[in-house]
């Protein structure tokens, strides 16, 4: 392991305290309604046209003698979702855990060093990242960075040109995703939105967490952060890192590429068996991808359905999938946060929960901080773990990335911290629902009519 792990900065970021003030604010509610006036001019109205069923979303799952994991892998078999047997998958449960880990695997890389994130924010994390990053560098290894134009932009500690011309100094390949130019709204619609890193093309990793000191010390305003992230190593690396070349050589013009970013997997043992599925969402390319692998996942269960999600104003699929499923007769449980960092998205959601509730779905507002897992598990028998929201933004118009991971234990640790984090959880009752206020109620269904957008 590289010496430079032992040392500050990265061992001292990794063990901060959850501090009692922060600099990163929330997102305001005006760079909350420029982005969304801005999103507005720059998307056609072509969403209802989107949500013409798939053949096998639209079958009575009753008449279907296959277990949930076999109809889903089928369904993404057919439509060529890469999908791989020889798979070592480790759950990162908080912000410690993935920073602790990812640093480490860096600090042994020897080839390259790939990270695609929606934002690096200007703090402790982020600068222990490039100033390990540059000691890598200077050992040999290259290494290639990206972030979202508008990820960067629209939080108020950005990398600012100083620091990005400061950073490609030491040897770090960075660049913007789309950088955001006149005419502005060109740039509103499609961001990169997913979380990939990959080291030596045998390690990588993907989930809900950017690069942030929140994730470890929390918010003041919200509380603490709670994150999944996962550590993937078989085949399934090949897979992020075809997505991240993908965009890496688009963006950038390059053509990095060979066989020395997929080097071959060791053979399959006891350990490394896991099935994993990695199903992305590229516009004009793969552009249903996510939602028709949620919605044929909710179809296809027999039993139960868990979901945590942080912005749940799901598109019109995802909630018929689900109201479908409930009539059934499945238990479908959704967990959301009751504090969010983007203003009205908890009423939107609330007004879309509050009508799952009253059709049989159990619905827990998480009051432990803000819960920004974006994960799902159906039947105890697989689940995903990924970047994508169950919204619009996320499931109609952004780039993203899921892995759905095809082994019970896995899918038993999520349901145990599903089945843990109740305990800090209000349930949603008609009781509930009677005692939020007129005012609450009509700003959680005029935020509604805005779903095809957020």
């Not at 967990?335 to 619905?363: C, E, N």
């Not at 019970?408 to 206020?437: G, M």
Request: glycine share 4%; proline share 5%; net charge positive.
């Amino acid at each position: 392991m590289c010496d430079a792990l032992s040392k500050p900065p990265i061992a001292h970021v990794v063990s901060l305290p959850v501090h009692k003030r922060h600099n990163r604010r929330l997102l305001t509610p005006r760079t909350f309604i420029i982005s969304l006036l801005l999103l507005l001019l720059a998307t056609p109205l072509t969403y209802a046209q989107e949500e013409v069923a798939d053949s096998l979303m639209a079958l009575h799952r009753d008449s279907i003698p296959e277990p949930s994991d076999s109809l889903v892998l089928r369904f993404m078999e057919r439509e060529g979702m890469p999908i791989s047997g020889n798979n070592r998958v480790r759950l990162l449960r908080s912000g410690r855990e993935k920073f602790a880990d990812l640093f480490a695997a860096i600090g042994r890389a020897r080839h390259h060093v790939h990270l695609e994130y929606f934002n690096f924010r200007d703090d402790s994390i982020a600068n222990a990242l490039f100033d390990l990053l540059a000691l890598k560098v200077k050992e040999g290894v290259k290494v290639r960075a990206m972030f979202d134009a508008f990820g960067n932009w629209s939080n108020n500690q950005p990398i600012t040109k100083k620091q990005l011309k400061a950073i490609r100094a030491r040897g770090i390949e960075m660049v913007k995703f789309d950088p955001i130019t006149f005419p502005y709204i060109n740039h509103a619609a499609h961001r990169d939105h997913r979380k990939i890193a990959v080291v030596d093309g045998k390690i990588a990793y993907t989930g809900g967490m950017n690069i942030a000191d929140y994730y470890i010390k929390g918010l003041p305003k919200i509380g603490a952060w709670r994150d999944m992230h996962v550590r993937l190593e078989g085949d399934a690396v090949h897979d992020l890192q075809r997505i991240f070349l993908d965009i890496w050589n688009k963006e950038t013009k390059q053509a990095v590429d060979g066989p020395e970013y997929f080097p071959p997997n060791e053979a399959p043992t006891d350990s490394a068996h896991t099935v994993v599925a990695i199903v992305d969402r590229t516009p004009k390319k793969s552009s249903r991808a996510i939602s028709h692998a949620y919605a044929v996942s909710i179809y296809s269960s027999r039993n139960d359905v868990r979901i945590i999600n942080p912005y749940f104003v799901p598109t019109s699929s995802i909630m018929k999938a689900l109201k479908r499923t409930i009539d059934r007769g499945v238990d479908v449980q959704i967990m959301v946060s009751s504090a969010s960092d983007i203003p009205f998205t908890p009423d939107a959601a609330l007004y879309k929960l509050h009508k799952l509730m009253k059709r049989g779905a159990t619905v827990y507002l998480y009051n432990g901080g803000f819960h920004h897992s974006k994960i799902m598990m159906v039947d105890s028998l697989f689940c995903t773990v990924g970047t994508a929201n169950l919204n619009s933004r996320s499931l109609r118009y952004d780039y993203e990335t899921n892995a759905f991971i095809f082994d019970r234990d896995v899918t038993k640790q999520l349901n145990d911290i599903f089945e843990a984090d109740k305990e800090h959880c209000t349930q949603l009752t008609p009781e509930y629902w009677k005692k939020r206020s007129s005012w609450k109620k009509f700003v959680g269904w005029f935020a509604n009519l805005f779903t095809p957008f957020l």
